[in-house]
């Protein structure tokens, strides 16, 4: 597997396995981040998002919808991407760290906590779930 370094990131697929992207830390940014590539776009998010997500779930016991959403349109409630966006999680708000490109939580955080064997995602053409392991 991957470190998740910038130079050995790891390689992941979008839930529906419709678009392949990379994730790597970036623990030296401040604060420190999550950098995720797509294409020609950056993202980046909390890096204790991967800890904070995983406990989250634990918590909720079940499956939980991703409702991944852009930063522009309204996160369905009860969802991976709500939570990612929620005042009550624990950085207060949004996880993405970079303005117009905040979104999407629920997109690409999934996929890096099955990797790492912190979660299972189902993997549907729509609507996918993910629980804690």
Aim: glycine share 10%; hydrophobic share 35%; net charge negative.
């Amino acid at each position: 597997m991957a470190k998740g370094t910038k130079s050995d990131p790891w390689e992941l697929t979008t839930p529906p396995g419709s678009s392949s992207y990379s994730m790597y830390r970036d623990p030296d940014a401040d604060p420190p981040a999550l950098v995720c590539v797509v294409g020609s776009t950056t993202l980046k998010y909390h890096l204790s998002a991967i800890e904070d997500l995983h406990a989250w779930l634990l918590a909720q016991g079940d499956w939980v919808a991703l409702g991944a959403a852009d930063e522009n349109k309204p996160a369905a409630d009860d969802t991976v991407e709500a939570w990612g966006r929620s005042s009550s999680n624990p950085v207060g708000g949004w996880y993405g760290l970079r303005k117009g490109y905040r979104g999407r939580f629920g997109m690409y955080l999934p996929p890096l906590l099955e990797a790492l064997g912190l979660a299972e995602v189902t993997h549907d053409p729509r609507n996918n779930k993910m629980r804690a392991h």
